[in-house]
């Protein structure tokens, strides 16, 4: 593209924004929710107004910031990681659950329950140091391709949230991730995938160890967990991270349901959201059977609690950023 | 004062703030050292240029930022806690350290060690929901005073590290706190204080565990003592809360050696500084045979690790902040 057309689009795209910080939303009850909530608490003097320190907005990663099917991206990564450390660990091979991760035998990984993946994930998480992890974690993202949509996963991101995010980060909230999900294996990225600087990441972490070794210091990652952050963890790390309970709160599943009940069972303005994913045709439409990202009991508990059910395919004008280098050059 | 006097004392103070962003630091190898650094990392195209997002700067609180003599701040709150818990707790006035600590018998509490504490802090900390922690804490910060100075102890903070706190914000970085104190201790307070957010305070932390209590979410403070962001645990907490390595570390005593390391111990521009205490007068003067922030192997580390003593006596022409209502009010 040449650099005035760029310009051209930028500033379109400027235009547009100043007219609608929600583009890829379309009008309807999840949108109209949203901006009635932001335009209440940043009303100075408003009765809903809330002073912009305490403007905190969390939301989970795995299926509410990007694609969570046909696996959590970090299970992905996982089996991928089991691969290239098989050769080490010859044991693996009569070993379970390392010999269905290496066979790809879903079945019965998925019988080994969250015991057995906590397994795997350890041994691939852990006996590195902090860098080295890091590097790990970001060489596979930048390899790494979903199999339905070939793409990287960090392109497999909502455009609409990136745009809630930003909308929410102009209107002086501070944007936080609070994730199931490893908080070491998104923070590589957070930042220039979402804007989400590294110490606005909350996820599950395992034991982490300083040592100087051979007068260099280091951070050693343990074969142990340190930290769970779902269901009834959520809002406990919410409070351990950041000491002060979110005034919105954005989910898609059951693990979500603690989180969205902290941040909107207090008292004064608070906004929870839950993403339905109900669009087969473009990304998934999955719920109350799924395995990743069930989303069972928090439908029943949303009409009670106010919490806006945002349906994917109803609510969404696009879905995926641009590609880059789809449009033509020129 | 009228409030013309006190805008032409803005204007000056804003005026005098333009010329020299540290006036409360004397001209010195001190001083020198933090504008060298701060212009370096800031100087677009300079070989030492840090992007504003990786300008994080650490810093410890007892004996750094406030006061830590006669004895830690956190320790007197538990110590008038206990007195306040004891007409429920008979078994105390028999039982060890309990005994010593509501009689005020500080031997035999010192003697009880680090042990002994945690037992205190656990008993004082723990067993009721986050909010009621946050008020019990800020109704005795707001009340207690300090028994040299007869001041809050939001009051014996050092003017010089409010101006370095701010004058490092204003260049971009970003400041926590890295305190082996309860991180729930100090966050209903850290940002009317210091200007640091209660999400940029890292610091120990008890068990919490969440629950709907009669429909009404909590989080309830538990009796097991979670993280200790002392010594070693002050890297992994910077780890496990920022997830990148501060550029700039300020401790004062031992329990700082391993932040400094971390801080200092990597390639690139970084600044490790230690506060001496030793100004008998207008503070304290104590180092290697203090009970509270004892500073020994760290004064040994300094030199060879290039990290710069700041003395007390020295380095400062003003300690504590002016206090409100000192100054005649014409």
Do not use: C
Request: proline share 8%; net charge negative.
């Amino acid at each position: 593209m040449h650099r005035l057309a760029l310009s051209a689009v930028l500033v379109l795209a400027a235009l547009s924004a100043a007219a609608d910080p929600l583009p890829s939303w379309k009008d309807g009850p999840a949108k109209q929710a949203i901006t009635g909530f932001v335009t209440d608490v940043t009303k100075a003097g408003g009765k809903d107004f809330v002073p912009p320190a305490q403007r905190i907005a969390v939301f989970d990663n795995d299926g509410t910031l990007w694609i969570e099917q046909p696996m959590y991206t970090q299970l992905a990564f996982v089996l991928d990681r089991l691969k290239v450390l098989a050769p080490a660990h010859p044991e693996w091979t009569e070993q379970q659950p390392f010999k269905a991760a290496l066979e790809g035998d879903l079945a019965t990984l998925g019988a080994a329950g969250s015991e057995g993946l906590l397994q795997l994930v350890i041994a691939t998480h852990s006996g590195m140091t902090s860098a080295e992890f890091e590097t790990i974690a970001l060489d596979w993202i930048g390899a790494a391709r979903h199999p339905r949509f070939q793409q990287p996963y960090t392109q497999l991101i909502y455009q609409p949230m990136l745009e809630l995010l930003e909308y929410l980060r102009g209107n002086g909230f501070k944007t936080f991730i609070v994730s199931g999900g490893g908080a070491d294996f998104m923070r590589p990225w957070s930042e220039t995938v979402y804007g989400i600087p590294p110490e606005q990441v909350i996820g599950s972490q395992i034991a982490q160890r300083f040592e100087v070794r051979d007068g260099v210091p280091v951070i050693v990652r343990e074969p142990e967990v340190a930290f769970i952050d779902d269901q009834a963890g959520k809002p406990v790390g919410i409070q351990r991270h950041i000491g002060r309970r979110p005034i919105l709160a954005f989910g898609n599943s059951d693990g979500d349901i603690q989180m969205l009940q902290w941040t909107t069972g207090a008292p004064g303005p608070s906004l929870g959201l839950i993403l339905h994913h109900t669009d087969a045709e473009r990304e998934y439409a999955y719920d109350r059977e799924s395995h990743f990202g069930r989303l069972d009991k928090a439908l029943a508990l949303a009409p009670e609690n106010g919490w806006v059910l945002v349906s994917m395919k109803d609510a969404w004008s696009h879905l995926f950023p641009p590609t880059q280098g789809s449009q033509p050059d020129e």
